[in-house]
């Protein structure tokens, strides 16, 4: 079945620098990436995701970009600010035949004033 | 108000007393999922259902039983807990699977003595 590593696993900026976290999957038949953000003692919600026919999505300050060949796709955060402190969870699965949605284990962003 | 409610949101039980977490969505969603949360494990997929009486098994079944009788409801039943089950339960629903957000419900804290 489908695997997905996250990296790092914890990650510390300074407020103004950019953040990036890296997934990787094993499933090539996986096609669609979805990104969560999850605040302390909040639920997750989704904050970005980009399918297979496309190479980057954009939304305001959040990027990310997906690399099919090698299996990876990353999650890019510019300008960071304190309110973007929280845990981020990759996500990979198939199409939509099959609900099975597997998670990276999250990276814990602390953005440091 | 769109949500997604569960219930209960704490719960201390013991060892072999059957219990059953509720979630409900209002917003007419097919698909509808629960996920547990470990510390250092991420969200780890239960089971997921793409509509009415139609249930799959996700990453981590043993122990957990599902039913989909209507649209809006999906029980999460332990039959036997163990405490092996302590976790932080999420209920999620999407209207299609891959093309739409996952909305999370606020999470139901399990604790198995």
């Known amino acids: 079945g489908e695997n997905v590593e996250q990296h790092p696993s914890t990650l510390s900026v300074q407020e103004g620098d950019s953040a990036v976290i890296k997934c990787t999957y094993s499933?090539?038949?996986?096609?669609?990436f979805p990104w969560y953000k999850q605040e302390l003692g909040k639920r997750p919600q989704l904050i970005i995701d980009?399918?297979?026919?496309?190479g980057e999505k954009k939304d305001q300050r959040i990027a990310v970009t997906l690399n099919k060949t090698a299996k990876h796709f990353s999650l890019h955060i510019t300008e960071t600010q304190p309110e973007d402190s929280a845990v981020y969870f990759c996500a990979a699965s198939r199409d939509w035949r099959q609900g099975n949605l597997i998670f990276g284990k999250g990276t814990k962003l602390s953005v440091k004033p | 108000e769109a949500q997604v409610t569960q219930n209960p949101r704490y719960l201390i039980t013991v060892t072999g007393k059957k219990l059953t977490v509720t979630c409900s969505q209002n917003m007419n969603h097919e698909y509808m999922s629960w996920y547990r949360q470990d510390p250092g494990l991420g969200l780890r997929q239960i089971y997921y259902?793409?509509?009415?009486?139609?249930?799959d098994k996700g990453d981590v079944p043993e122990g957990y039983k599902v039913s989909r009788k209507e649209k809006r409801n999906f029980p999460l039943i332990l039959e036997s807990p163990s405490p092996n089950q302590t976790s932080l339960y999420f209920c999620?629903?999407?209207?299609?699977?891959?093309?739409?957000?996952?909305?999370f419900g606020p999470g139901t804290r399990l604790t198995v003595l």
């Open positions: 499933d090539s038949a996986s096609n669609y």
């Open positions: 999620a629903s999407s209207l299609f699977w891959s093309d739409n957000e996952q909305f």
């Open positions: 259902s793409m509509n009415v009486e139609v249930t």
């Open positions: 980009i399918r297979s026919n496309v």
